[in-house]
Nanobody, 122 residues
Framework: QVQLVESGGGLVQAGGSLRLSCATSGRILMIKDIDWYRQVPGKQRELVATITSGGGTDYADSVKGRFTISRDDAKNTAYLQMNSLKPEDTGVYYC????????????????WGQGTQVTVSS
């Protein structure tokens, strides 16, 4: 079974930086698009950044210029570098990946990690 595990969250002061990682495991044939989302209790989940298999990226306006999404295909791992953090960046960050995996037949599905907490203090 394919699994995603986020790590790297924590408590940081405004203006600081964090790097989140999303490690994947399982019978993975290839990883297509990878997204980072964040969610605050009582607020709708927000798409933060996207990277395609070809390396194209897109960002939410609120993080553009401060966050960078990247991927290391040799390690089947994605990253989110977060700089100049603001209190409004606080939330649980999730990675989602569209993954082609091997089973009796190959299949392609979206998978979610368990999330990692990011807290930015003022």
């Amino acid at each position: 079974q394919v699994q995603l595990v986020e790590s790297g969250g924590g408590l940081v002061q405004a203006g600081g930086s964090l790097r989140l990682s999303c490690a994947t495991s399982g019978r993975i044939l290839m990883i297509k698009d990878i997204d980072w989302y964040r969610q605050v209790p009582g607020k709708q989940r927000e798409l933060v950044a996207t990277i395609t298999s070809g390396g194209g990226t897109d960002y939410a306006d609120s993080v553009k210029g401060r966050f960078t999404i990247s991927r290391d295909d040799a390690k089947n791992t994605a990253y989110l570098q977060m700089n100049s953090l603001k209190p409004e960046d606080t939330g649980v960050y999730y990675c989602k990946a569209r993954i082609r995996s091997m089973g009796p037949l190959w299949r392609e599905d979206d998978y979610w990690g368990q999330g990692t907490q990011v807290t930015v203090s003022s």
